[in-house]
């Protein structure tokens, strides 16, 4: 069964806004993990978060983590056409969900 | 640069023939694993290894086995397709099982 669901299904936005992604989990975790597919292609691998962190920075991301909600978001500031993509979170069994396709409108 | 490389993007098959699908990575990880992808259900685990011969059955290992005679490499076997089996396959390795996991670039599989 899949651990992460991510949350909303589709997002789409205009360039420069930010734009958030959450992600439910069920059971307890060590840590979480955010990707991004672009179209057609396999998964690059954007952040890791323990579950000792409660929030984690990577250039325009920003990961937050919060094990009593069982859930994490994803926060892209300041969006670019090319971060188009779905994005997926998953747990430390390597399990993903089903992902939020991003479109960002130049 | 840790790459992952599957032997072919697209790939058409008949309803019956035995699949072999083939994942190598560079980088010595320990971990490989094959995902397919459908829209909407996102990326399902089929099966993972955690060391050379060895295998665990991921969520849908139905229809599907797989082999890993060398460390570097990592193959998936449809024994006789079905077109329910039509679909994105993702090969991912990681250096250990909860790390960062690379992926490759993904075959498509159509049977017909």
């Known amino acids: 069964s899949q651990q992460g669901e991510e949350d909303p299904q589709a997002l ?13 989990y069920k ?11 672009n179209s057609g292609r396999g998964l690059v691998h954007l952040i890791l978060i323990r579950s000792n962190e409660r929030e984690k920075h990577s250039g325009r991301l920003r990961v ?11 926060l892209i500031t300041a969006s670019r056409a090319a971060d188009t993509a779905s994005y997926f979170c998953a747990t430390d069994d390597m399990r993903f969900g089903a992902g939020t396709r991003l479109t960002v409108k130049p | 640069d840790v ?17 072999f699908l083939e994942c190598v990575q560079d980088m010595d990880h320990e971990n490989m694993f094959w995902y397919r992808q459908d829209p909407g259900l996102g990326l399902r685990l089929i099966y993972f290894s955690y060391d050379v011969k ?4 991921g969520d849908i290992p139905e229809g599907y086995s797989v082999s890993r005679e060398k460390k570097e490499r990592f193959s ?16 991912a390795s990681s250096l250990r099982s909860w790390t960062e996991q690379f992926f490759g670039p993904g075959t498509r599989l159509t049977v017909l």
């Open chain 2, 3 to 19: 790459k992952v490389t599957q032997s072919s993007r697209y790939l058409v098959k008949r309803t019956g023939e035995k699949v």
């Open chain 2, 54 to 57: 060895m295998k665990e059955k």
């Open chain 1, 64 to 74: 937050t983590l919060d094990t009593s909600k069982k859930s994490s978001s994803l």
């Open chain 2, 76 to 91: 998936l076997i449809l024994e006789s397709a079905s077109t329910n089996q039509t679909s994105m396959y993702l090969c």
């Open chain 1, 12 to 24: 789409s936005i205009q360039e420069g806004e930010n734009a958030t992604m959450n992600c439910s």
């Open chain 1, 27 to 37: 059971t307890s975790i060590n840590n979480l993990q955010w990707y991004r597919q």
